[in-house]
């Protein structure tokens, strides 16, 4: 599994996991074409989703002014890549 960290000084707990839900909201059409199944956990998210041959297992867990998300996916690096630089922008952006 491969991890990123998103820094949110200033932010608590409560209001990031609100951003990360707003941010699984606005990307649900896009989870469902993978056949993605969301999860909460008690301080984040669990994501599962499968096309074609590839997949993606991801959980994104929120603490004080961190997001950390940790992913594990045998798709191509272009399209992980893809992936979570528009995760990264928007979680940047709550």
């Known amino acids: 599994m491969e991890t990123m960290t998103i820094s949110k000084p200033g932010k608590t707990k409560q ?20 056949n993605g199944k969301v999860t909460e956990i ?10 074609f041959i590839f997949h993606v297992d991801a959980a994104i867990t929120v603490d ?9 996916s045998n798709a191509p ?3 992980i890549d893809k992936g979570l630089g528009i995760v990264k922008d928007t979680l940047e952006n709550v």
């Not at 699984?24 to 989870?31: G, N």
């Not at 301080?43 to 599962?48: A, L």
Request: aromatic residues 14%; glycine residues 8%; hydrophobic residues 25%.
């Open 77 to 79: 690096r272009q399209y």
């Open 15 to 34: 209001e990031l996991k609100n951003g990360l839900k707003n941010l699984l909201e606005k990307y649900r059409d896009q989870i469902q074409m993978l």
């Open 64 to 72: 004080e002014e961190t997001y950390m998300i940790r992913y594990y």
């Open 42 to 51: 008690s301080d984040g998210y669990e994501i599962k989703g499968d096309k």
